[in-house]
Protein backbone atom coordinates (compact mmCIF):
# COMPACT_ATOMS: atom_id res chain seq x y z
CA UNK A 1 0.00 0.00 0.00
CA UNK A 2 1.33 3.65 -0.75
CA UNK A 3 0.24 6.89 0.58
CA UNK A 4 -1.05 8.38 -2.00
CA UNK A 5 -0.14 11.83 -3.58
CA UNK A 6 -3.37 13.10 -3.54
CA UNK A 7 -4.27 14.69 0.17
CA UNK A 8 -7.11 16.70 1.47
CA UNK A 9 -6.39 19.82 4.26
CA UNK A 10 -8.65 19.37 7.14
CA UNK A 11 -9.88 22.60 8.53
CA UNK A 12 -8.97 24.36 11.77
CA UNK A 13 -5.47 24.31 13.80
CA UNK A 14 -4.72 20.84 16.03
CA UNK A 15 -2.43 22.99 17.89
CA UNK A 16 -1.47 26.95 18.29
CA UNK A 17 0.64 28.42 21.00
CA UNK A 18 -1.72 29.37 23.76
CA UNK A 19 0.77 29.61 26.81
CA UNK A 20 3.60 30.80 28.52
CA UNK A 21 5.79 27.86 27.06
CA UNK A 22 4.70 27.92 23.64
CA UNK A 23 2.97 31.74 22.81
CA UNK A 24 6.40 32.73 20.53
CA UNK A 25 6.44 29.44 18.16
CA UNK A 26 5.61 26.13 17.99
CA UNK A 27 6.39 23.02 15.26
CA UNK A 28 8.26 19.54 14.36
CA UNK A 29 5.35 17.63 15.53
CA UNK A 30 5.36 13.57 16.54
CA UNK A 31 2.35 11.92 17.15
CA UNK A 32 1.88 8.98 19.12
CA UNK A 33 -1.33 6.69 19.23
CA UNK A 34 -1.80 5.97 23.74
CA UNK A 35 -2.30 2.72 24.25
CA UNK A 36 -5.13 3.15 26.50
CA UNK A 37 -6.70 5.01 23.45
CA UNK A 38 -6.72 8.32 21.97
CA UNK A 39 -3.13 10.55 20.74
CA UNK A 40 -0.79 12.41 22.53
CA UNK A 41 1.15 14.68 20.21
CA UNK A 42 4.85 15.78 20.96
CA UNK A 43 5.91 19.31 19.24
CA UNK A 44 8.94 21.68 19.76
CA UNK A 45 8.18 25.21 21.07
CA UNK A 46 9.67 28.44 22.50
CA UNK A 47 8.27 30.95 25.05
CA UNK A 48 8.54 33.35 27.79
CA UNK A 49 8.21 30.44 30.40
CA UNK A 50 11.68 29.12 28.96
CA UNK A 51 13.70 27.17 31.93
CA UNK A 52 16.99 29.26 31.59
CA UNK A 53 17.84 32.72 29.14
CA UNK A 54 19.50 31.40 26.52
CA UNK A 55 17.22 28.06 25.81
CA UNK A 56 15.92 27.95 22.30
CA UNK A 57 13.46 24.98 22.72
CA UNK A 58 12.39 22.10 24.80
CA UNK A 59 9.83 19.50 23.52
CA UNK A 60 6.25 19.65 25.26
CA UNK A 61 2.95 17.26 24.63
CA UNK A 62 -0.84 17.35 24.00
CA UNK A 63 -3.26 14.93 24.19
CA UNK A 64 -6.53 14.03 22.39
CA UNK A 65 -9.32 11.71 22.16
CA UNK A 66 -10.01 11.92 18.55
CA UNK A 67 -6.97 12.92 16.64
CA UNK A 68 -8.63 16.46 16.19
CA UNK A 69 -8.69 18.27 19.38
CA UNK A 70 -5.76 18.66 21.09
CA UNK A 71 -5.34 20.01 25.02
CA UNK A 72 -1.58 21.25 25.86
CA UNK A 73 -0.28 18.96 28.79
CA UNK A 74 1.29 20.66 31.92
CA UNK A 75 5.26 20.82 32.33
CA UNK A 76 8.10 20.32 29.83
CA UNK A 77 8.26 16.65 28.41
CA UNK A 78 12.15 17.20 27.28
CA UNK A 79 14.83 20.00 28.11
CA UNK A 80 18.24 20.86 26.61
CA UNK A 81 20.53 20.37 29.04
CA UNK A 82 23.21 23.63 29.49
CA UNK A 83 25.79 21.66 30.95
CA UNK A 84 26.16 19.17 28.19
CA UNK A 85 27.79 21.49 24.88
CA UNK A 86 26.10 19.01 22.41
CA UNK A 87 22.75 19.87 24.18
CA UNK A 88 22.99 23.20 25.37
CA UNK A 89 20.67 24.92 23.84
CA UNK A 90 17.70 23.39 22.36
CA UNK A 91 15.78 19.89 21.84
CA UNK A 92 13.42 19.65 18.87
CA UNK A 93 12.17 17.29 16.35
CA UNK A 94 11.06 14.44 18.21
CA UNK A 95 10.29 10.56 17.32
CA UNK A 96 8.85 8.19 19.44
CA UNK A 97 8.70 4.73 19.32
CA UNK A 98 8.21 1.75 21.97
CA UNK A 99 10.90 -0.44 23.00
CA UNK A 100 10.92 -4.11 23.69
CA UNK A 101 11.76 -3.38 27.19
CA UNK A 102 8.24 -1.94 27.73
CA UNK A 103 9.62 1.59 27.52
CA UNK A 104 9.23 4.44 25.16
CA UNK A 105 11.84 5.96 23.51
CA UNK A 106 12.37 9.22 21.89
CA UNK A 107 15.24 10.17 19.09
CA UNK A 108 15.28 13.90 18.66
CA UNK A 109 17.96 16.40 16.93
CA UNK A 110 19.95 18.17 20.09
CA UNK A 111 22.11 21.73 19.34
CA UNK A 112 24.85 23.25 21.17
CA UNK A 113 26.07 26.47 20.14
CA UNK A 114 26.51 27.59 16.44
CA UNK A 115 30.08 26.34 16.11
CA UNK A 116 29.58 23.13 17.35
CA UNK A 117 27.51 19.83 14.63
CA UNK A 118 23.75 19.16 15.93
CA UNK A 119 23.38 15.34 16.76
CA UNK A 120 20.69 12.99 17.20
CA UNK A 121 20.01 11.90 20.33
CA UNK A 122 17.34 9.78 22.73
CA UNK A 123 15.37 9.84 26.15
CA UNK A 124 13.41 7.00 27.39
CA UNK A 125 9.77 6.68 29.25
CA UNK A 126 7.63 4.39 30.58
CA UNK A 127 4.10 6.18 30.59
CA UNK A 128 5.24 9.06 27.70
CA UNK A 129 4.96 11.87 29.90
CA UNK A 130 8.40 12.09 32.37
CA UNK A 131 11.20 11.61 30.32
CA UNK A 132 14.65 10.72 31.28
CA UNK A 133 17.91 11.29 28.69
CA UNK A 134 19.79 8.60 27.68
CA UNK A 135 24.09 9.32 27.88
CA UNK A 136 25.44 9.73 25.17
CA UNK A 137 25.26 10.52 21.42
CA UNK A 138 22.73 8.12 18.90
CA UNK A 139 24.14 9.69 15.59
CA UNK A 140 26.51 12.13 14.79
CA UNK A 141 29.28 12.65 12.33
CA UNK A 142 28.77 15.37 9.95
CA UNK A 143 28.36 18.73 10.27
CA UNK A 144 24.35 18.82 10.82
CA UNK A 145 22.70 15.78 11.86
CA UNK A 146 18.69 16.76 12.40
CA UNK A 147 14.67 15.72 11.80
CA UNK A 148 15.08 12.26 13.16
CA UNK A 149 12.65 9.84 12.15
CA UNK A 150 12.51 6.23 13.17
CA UNK A 151 11.64 3.18 11.04
CA UNK A 152 10.79 -0.21 12.70
CA UNK A 153 12.09 -2.82 10.09
CA UNK A 154 9.80 -6.34 9.87
CA UNK A 155 13.44 -8.28 10.53
CA UNK A 156 13.54 -6.11 13.93
CA UNK A 157 16.58 -4.05 13.52
CA UNK A 158 15.12 -0.04 13.14
CA UNK A 159 16.29 2.65 10.90
CA UNK A 160 16.65 6.27 11.56
CA UNK A 161 16.16 8.30 8.45
CA UNK A 162 17.53 12.01 8.85
CA UNK A 163 18.85 15.43 7.10
CA UNK A 164 22.50 15.75 7.06
CA UNK A 165 24.51 18.49 5.50
CA UNK A 166 28.51 18.38 5.05
CA UNK A 167 30.23 22.02 4.44
CA UNK A 168 33.04 23.85 3.83
CA UNK A 169 34.41 26.61 5.91
CA UNK A 170 33.37 30.21 4.37
CA UNK A 171 33.25 33.58 6.13
CA UNK A 172 29.90 33.18 7.64
CA UNK A 173 29.22 30.00 9.84
CA UNK A 174 28.29 27.06 9.10
CA UNK A 175 29.55 27.45 5.89
CA UNK A 176 28.57 26.69 1.67
CA UNK A 177 27.01 23.42 1.66
CA UNK A 178 28.65 20.87 -0.37
CA UNK A 179 25.75 18.25 0.57
CA UNK A 180 22.19 18.21 1.82
CA UNK A 181 19.94 15.75 1.83
CA UNK A 182 18.65 12.20 3.63
CA UNK A 183 21.01 9.47 5.40
CA UNK A 184 20.15 6.54 7.51
CA UNK A 185 21.68 4.30 10.15
CA UNK A 186 20.68 1.23 11.10
CA UNK A 187 20.58 -0.29 15.07
CA UNK A 188 19.76 -3.71 16.95
CA UNK A 189 19.14 -2.35 19.80
CA UNK A 190 17.96 1.25 19.47
CA UNK A 191 21.32 2.72 20.95
CA UNK A 192 24.53 2.10 18.93
CA UNK A 193 23.64 3.50 15.02
CA UNK A 194 25.79 2.44 12.65
CA UNK A 195 25.57 5.10 9.16
CA UNK A 196 24.49 3.30 5.83
CA UNK A 197 26.44 4.88 3.25
CA UNK A 198 25.95 7.15 0.93
CA UNK A 199 22.44 9.65 0.87
CA UNK A 200 18.74 8.20 0.33
CA UNK A 201 18.06 11.73 -0.98
CA UNK A 202 20.11 14.65 -2.05
CA UNK A 203 18.19 17.81 -2.01
CA UNK A 204 18.49 20.78 -4.88
CA UNK A 205 17.38 17.98 -7.51
CA UNK A 206 14.40 20.69 -8.15
CA UNK A 207 13.71 23.95 -7.92
CA UNK A 208 11.38 23.61 -5.51
CA UNK A 209 14.19 21.89 -2.40
CA UNK A 210 17.19 24.54 -3.17
CA UNK A 211 17.53 25.21 0.62
CA UNK A 212 17.46 21.76 2.05
CA UNK A 213 15.46 18.72 3.53
CA UNK A 214 14.05 19.43 7.43
CA UNK A 215 12.84 15.52 8.21
CA UNK A 216 11.88 12.38 6.41
CA UNK A 217 9.54 10.06 7.33
CA UNK A 218 9.23 6.42 5.60
CA UNK A 219 6.16 4.17 5.86
CA UNK A 220 6.78 0.32 5.33
CA UNK A 221 5.45 -1.51 2.46
CA UNK A 222 2.02 -3.51 3.26
CA UNK A 223 -0.09 -6.30 1.31
CA UNK A 224 0.54 -7.16 -2.33
CA UNK A 225 2.56 -3.67 -3.16
CA UNK A 226 6.22 -3.61 -2.61
CA UNK A 227 6.82 -0.22 -2.17
CA UNK A 228 8.49 1.98 0.49
CA UNK A 229 6.89 5.69 0.52
CA UNK A 230 9.03 8.25 2.15
CA UNK A 231 7.07 11.77 2.80
CA UNK A 232 9.33 14.44 3.40
CA UNK A 233 9.78 18.46 3.85
CA UNK A 234 12.05 20.72 2.48
CA UNK A 235 12.80 24.35 1.71
CA UNK A 236 13.05 26.59 -1.33
CA UNK A 237 15.66 29.25 -1.04
CA UNK A 238 14.85 33.25 -0.60
CA UNK A 239 14.34 34.98 -4.20
CA UNK A 240 18.33 36.22 -5.64
CA UNK A 241 18.84 39.64 -4.10
CA UNK A 242 16.92 38.62 -1.18
CA UNK A 243 18.88 40.24 2.40
CA UNK A 244 18.38 36.92 4.88
CA UNK A 245 19.18 37.57 8.40
CA UNK A 246 21.53 34.95 9.85
CA UNK A 247 19.34 32.68 12.07
CA UNK A 248 19.70 32.68 15.03
CA UNK A 249 20.48 28.33 15.62
CA UNK A 250 23.75 29.48 12.70
CA UNK A 251 25.06 32.36 14.62
CA UNK A 252 27.99 32.01 16.77
CA UNK A 253 27.80 34.99 18.56
CA UNK A 254 23.37 34.57 19.30
CA UNK A 255 24.14 33.61 23.14
CA UNK A 256 26.77 36.30 24.02
CA UNK A 257 25.26 38.84 21.64
CA UNK A 258 21.75 38.59 23.74
CA UNK A 259 19.98 37.23 20.62
CA UNK A 260 19.27 33.69 22.01
CA UNK A 261 16.77 35.70 24.41
CA UNK A 262 14.84 36.86 21.29
CA UNK A 263 15.47 33.26 19.71
CA UNK A 264 11.91 33.01 18.57
CA UNK A 265 11.77 36.31 17.15
CA UNK A 266 14.94 35.76 15.09
CA UNK A 267 14.26 32.57 13.99
CA UNK A 268 10.48 33.66 12.71
CA UNK A 269 12.75 36.80 10.98
CA UNK A 270 14.77 34.49 8.78
CA UNK A 271 11.82 32.00 8.28
CA UNK A 272 10.11 35.16 6.87
CA UNK A 273 12.64 36.47 4.65
CA UNK A 274 11.31 34.79 1.14
CA UNK A 275 11.96 31.23 2.13
CA UNK A 276 9.11 28.62 1.43
CA UNK A 277 8.82 25.22 2.57
CA UNK A 278 6.73 22.34 1.30
CA UNK A 279 5.95 18.54 1.79
CA UNK A 280 6.95 15.76 -0.91
CA UNK A 281 6.25 12.36 -1.42
CA UNK A 282 8.53 9.58 -3.47
CA UNK A 283 8.70 5.89 -3.22
CA UNK A 284 11.34 3.18 -2.97
CA UNK A 285 11.68 -0.57 -3.50
CA UNK A 286 13.86 -1.05 -0.52
CA UNK A 287 14.10 2.01 1.30
CA UNK A 288 17.73 2.93 0.32
CA UNK A 289 17.51 3.99 -2.96
CA UNK A 290 14.84 6.94 -3.60
CA UNK A 291 14.08 9.59 -6.50
CA UNK A 292 13.15 13.30 -5.68
CA UNK A 293 9.57 13.30 -4.97
CA UNK A 294 6.33 15.48 -6.42
CA UNK A 295 4.87 17.46 -4.40
CA UNK A 296 1.82 16.70 -1.66
CA UNK A 297 1.41 19.64 0.20
CA UNK A 298 2.25 23.75 0.06
CA UNK A 299 0.05 26.86 0.81
CA UNK A 300 -0.73 29.41 -0.79
CA UNK A 301 2.47 32.06 -1.13
CA UNK A 302 2.99 34.83 0.99
CA UNK A 303 0.74 37.56 1.65
CA UNK A 304 -2.49 35.12 0.63
CA UNK A 305 -4.86 33.23 3.10
CA UNK A 306 -4.10 30.00 5.08
CA UNK A 307 -2.76 28.70 7.80
CA UNK A 308 0.25 27.09 5.53
CA UNK A 309 0.46 30.08 3.02
CA UNK A 310 4.09 30.45 3.37
CA UNK A 311 5.46 26.98 5.37
CA UNK A 312 4.42 23.23 5.28
CA UNK A 313 7.10 21.49 6.63
CA UNK A 314 8.37 18.34 9.86
CA UNK A 315 5.35 16.27 9.32
CA UNK A 316 4.19 13.01 11.32
CA UNK A 317 1.67 10.39 10.18
CA UNK A 318 -0.41 7.97 11.62
CA UNK A 319 -2.58 5.82 9.80
CA UNK A 320 -6.24 5.60 10.79
CA UNK A 321 -8.64 2.75 11.69
CA UNK A 322 -10.25 3.07 7.71
CA UNK A 323 -6.93 2.99 6.11
CA UNK A 324 -6.26 6.19 5.61
CA UNK A 325 -3.18 8.09 7.03
CA UNK A 326 -3.02 11.48 8.58
CA UNK A 327 -0.53 14.14 8.35
CA UNK A 328 0.41 15.97 11.02
CA UNK A 329 2.85 19.08 9.83
CA UNK A 330 3.89 22.46 11.12
CA UNK A 331 2.27 25.35 9.09
CA UNK A 332 3.26 29.41 9.46
CA UNK A 333 0.81 31.64 7.87
CA UNK A 334 1.54 35.32 5.85
CA UNK A 335 2.20 36.79 9.57
CA UNK A 336 4.74 35.00 10.49
CA UNK A 337 2.49 32.67 12.95
CA UNK A 338 3.05 28.68 13.44
CA UNK A 339 0.56 26.06 14.20
CA UNK A 340 0.24 22.32 14.16
CA UNK A 341 -2.60 21.57 11.32
CA UNK A 342 -3.18 18.38 9.33
CA UNK A 343 -4.44 16.75 6.67
CA UNK A 344 -5.92 12.92 5.35
CA UNK A 345 -5.14 11.06 2.13
CA UNK A 346 -8.46 11.37 0.36
CA UNK A 347 -9.66 7.90 0.06
CA UNK A 348 -9.76 4.39 2.43
CA UNK A 349 -7.47 2.44 0.66
CA UNK A 350 -4.61 4.72 -0.79
CA UNK A 351 -2.80 3.67 -4.05
CA UNK A 352 -0.26 5.69 -5.58
CA UNK A 353 -1.78 7.40 -9.30
Not at 47 to 70: H, M, N, R, W
Not at 206 to 217: P, V, Y
Not at 294 to 309: F, I, K, N, Q
Not at 310 to 328: C, F, K, N, T
Amino acid sequence: MRIQKCWKKEPGTRLAGSRELDSSKLQAPAIVRIPAGGFRLFYTAIGPAKPYPECQGYILSAVSEDGLTFHTEPGIRLAPQPELPHMSLRVLSPSVTPTTSGHWRMYFESRGTADSPTVICSALSRDLLNWEHEAGIRVSGLDRIGGPRYLTLPDGRGRLYCFASECEPSEHFPGRRLRQGVISAITTDGRNFEIEPGYRLLSGQTELDTSGITSAEVTLPTGEDNTWTMVYSAWQDAPTGTIVPLHPSHDPNAVTSGQSANFAAASIATDMAGYRSRIFATFSKDGLVWTPGSCVMEGTGYGRPGLDAVHAEDMSLVQLGDGRYRMYYAACDQNGIWRIVSAVTSDTNPQSS
